[in-house]
């Protein structure tokens, strides 16, 4: 097999951005090798070493873009949540603003398709942890986009006058949330806020925030059954099911019914 030229050591006068694009392109080509590798003997037993015969490459070669086993997983990792993310995010764009329940099912629906279509990539970040893996901070915030894109279709609710229903995210009615909660759900709800003009934190319940994880929560924990099997003999009508949840925790979150 004719090995791949690597661009960072071709020589000759190159312009930057033909040098670029090269790079790009062998990026993805890692990528999509290490994708197959995923689909073939799972994120455990990922080797960067397999991919490197996959693509007819010198080891050194891929070593020069992905040091290890752990920054191809962490680049697997964070093309995952982004896919993702963006395949909830283009859902709920398409659905008219004013339909904030539309918008919260949107979402809903999406990442149960995108899961569907894409279930090694969605094991990979939502199955069971890589032994002796750990994930880099910077995962985190592609990580939380669907809860954000949850949160701020709950915060238009907030503004538009729905509430959160009396015993959401836990709480009787009339319970006073602890201390270690409450600034869980204030730190969440700054979060939800930023760049949003126009709301007054202080004013809004704490249960709102924490009711969004709760459907975050159920939204992840439905499609993660579905996926890896727990609903068989179960539950058969999944796309149905996923419906109910996504509108019972719109109820929770204060949305009104008919938006």
Do not use: C, K
């Not at 791949?4 to 090269?22: F, K, M, N, Q, S």
């Not at 970040?125 to 990580?143: F, K, L, M, N, R």
């Not at 229903?165 to 009787?172: I, K, P, S, Y």
């Not at 939204?219 to 179960?234: D, I, K, Q, T």
């Amino acid at each position: 097999m004719t090995a791949r030229p690597d661009p960072d050591l071709d020589g000759g006068p190159r312009a930057e951005g033909v040098r670029a694009r090269a790079r790009r392109e062998l990026v993805r080509q890692i990528a999509d090798a290490a994708r197959d590798q995923l689909a073939e003997v799972g994120a455990a037993a990922l080797s960067v070493r397999a991919v490197t015969r996959q693509l007819g490459m010198a080891p050194s070669a891929v070593y020069r873009y992905f040091p290890n086993r752990d920054a191809l997983l962490t680049a697997l990792i964070t093309d995952a949540y982004v896919g993702l993310a963006d395949a909830a995010a283009a859902a709920e764009a398409a659905v008219p603003r004013a339909d904030l329940l539309g918008r919260w099912l949107a979402v809903h629906r999406a990442v149960r398709g995108w899961a569907l279509g894409h279930p090694h990539e969605y094991a990979l970040i939502y199955g069971s942890p890589v032994p002796g893996y750990v994930a880099p901070e910077d995962t985190a915030a592609p990580a939380s986009r669907v809860a954000l894109l949850l949160a701020g279709i709950a915060v238009e609710g907030w503004v538009a006058g729905g509430r959160p229903a009396a015993g959401a995210a836990g709480a009787l009615p009339g319970a006073a949330l602890g201390d270690a909660l409450l600034a869980d759900a204030r730190a969440l709800l700054g979060t939800a806020l930023e760049g949003v003009e126009g709301v007054d934190a202080s004013a809004v319940d704490p249960r709102l925030p924490l009711a969004v994880v709760d459907a975050w929560t159920e939204l992840f924990g439905a499609v993660s059954f579905e996926l890896f099997g727990h609903y068989r003999r179960v539950v058969e009508a999944r796309a149905e099911h996923l419906d109910d949840v996504a509108r019972r925790t719109a109820a929770a979150v204060g949305l009104p019914p008919g938006s």
